[in-house]
Structures are given as C-alpha cells and as structure tokens.
C-alpha cells in the first residue's frame, strides 16, 4: 500500500519505524545469504567511489556489516542501523575480521541522526532510502551531517514513471511492505525534487547498477561554498 495522501498534500505513512525494525531483525539470520550475492556488484562500485573520496565515512543502513571489510583501511568507518539484530552480525565481522578502521557501530534512527552538522567526508546509504518511512527526511539527515565538498553516495531502487512496470510495482507493494521494502513511490522525479528543494546539494553521478537495471548508484556532492568563494 502506499503511502496516503491526505488533503493537505502531507502523507499519512502506513510504513513505521516498528515496521522497519521488526522487518530487518528477521532479516538478519538469512540476510547476507539472501542478498549477499544478488547486490554484490552495486555494493563493489558505491565502496570504489568512497574509497577513491577517502577520510571519515558514515554508512546508514549498515546491516550485517558485509560492506566493511571492502573499505579502504585508511578510511575511519561509523555505522548505524535501525535493527539491533543485524548490528549483532556486523559486530561480530568486525572481530573476526579485525577491522581497526571501524570506529563504531550503534542503533540509530536515519531520520534523526545523532552527529552534529558537517560531521562526515562521505555518507553511504546502501538500499535505506525507499525503506525508512520518511525518504526526504533522511535525505535531509544524510546533508546536514556531510562535510562542504563531501559526498553523498546511495544505492537506491528508482521505480517506473509509467507503463508495465509501474502497474506491476504497484500491485507489488501490499506484498513486500511487512519485508520491510516498497516497490512503488521512487520514480527518479522524487529524487530530482528533492534535489531541487535541498539547497547547496548537486547530483554528481548517477547510473545503473545490476540487478536488472531497476537500482541506481547516485552520487550527490555538497557544495563547499568558501571553496567556490
């Protein structure tokens, strides 16, 4: 179902933070094995354009933690995520991998972000934004928190405008909600609005990642206005 919208233009949201949390804590046993593979290659090309930017990274949606041991070690790693279940599996990949670079991992909400502003070279948000109940809302979160001249570097679904596609997205939806995802609501207007409402935020890159040519690495960089001064 998607989300309703009322009288006032606002969206009354039937995707809560409960929903998300209860979603991905049973994802967690089964999630690297499940989705390990099938987001390999998105996952390799978002860590490559991170590593290349370098210095103080944040990754919101951290998960299970399959993505750290990929980052540069001379990077310094934050993670976060909603679900407590999967930071458990991250903690432990951490260990076993001994990953020094990882300064910390702690449950937190992406909408409310718990950093001061301007706190992060790179934010990383891998397949959190059509998941969180208010997509602007952490996009704002991810801004804020970001370095002038850093980057923001998600991989996100970008559903259909129109046509087959979008028709089936839609029936979709009522079905993949109590996983913890939506099908439907993210045709690349909404990013483009967004981006067009943030203020000091410009879209570096965006491309096609597999699987399927429905997912998009989408590099937004924040403008360093003393810089360009």
Known sequence: MADIIKLDGTR??????????????????????????????????????????????????????????????????????????????????????????????????AENLEFPDDSFDVVMAQYVVTAVPNPEKALDEFARVLRPGGELIIL??????????????????????????????????RYAQWLAGAGGIELAERRLVPPLGHFSLVRFRKVDVAAAA
Do not use: C
């Not at 009522?174 to 609501?185: I, M, N, Q």
């Open 12 to 109: 009354q949201l039937d995707f809560d933070r409960e929903t998300v949390e209860q979603a991905y804590d049973r994802w967690a046993p089964v999630y690297d094995l499940v989705f390990g593979g099938v987001f390999s290659k998105g996952r390799k090309a978002a860590i490559q354009a991170t590593n290349n930017i370098g210095g103080r990274v944040l990754e919101v949606g951290v998960g299970t933690g399959i993505s750290l041991p990929l980052y540069a070690p001379h990077l310094r790693i934050f993670g976060t995520d909603i679900s407590e279940a999967m930071l458990q599996k991250a903690k432990k990949r951490v260990d076993e991998f001994g990953l020094k670079n990882v300064e910390g991992l702690a449950v937190m909400d």
């Open 156 to 189: 996100t679904r970008v559903s259909a405008d129109a046509g087959m596609r979008r028709f089936i997205e839609q029936r979709l939806q009522p079905v993949v909600r109590p996983l913890g995802f939506r099908t439907a609501e993210f045709a690349w207007s």
